[in-house]
């Protein structure tokens, strides 16, 4: 299964509150999850129906960074 996976500025638990209203709204709640552990900050979203640019796009409306990784 494919995983769409972006760098972000989402680095704490504040910022994941701050977010989770939209991304539910766009993804599901309990489908994504955001890993502030590590440097690049990387929020990670099974693959869905939905494009990259709708996951960027709903982060950018609540002030949030999110660049894709290809891999």
């Given at each position: ?12 638990g504040?910022?994941?509150r ?8 766009q ?45």
């Open positions: 299964m494919k995983t769409l996976r972006f760098k972000t500025n989402i680095n704490c504040s910022c994941i701050a977010v989770t209203p939209s991304l539910d709204a993804v599901g709640s309990g489908n994504w999850k955001v890993d502030t552990q590590v440097d690049d900050k990387i929020l990670e979203i099974p693959y869905t129906e939905l494009s990259s640019s709708v996951v960027i796009e709903a982060l950018d409306a609540v002030g949030f960074q999110a660049v894709e990784i290809l891999e």
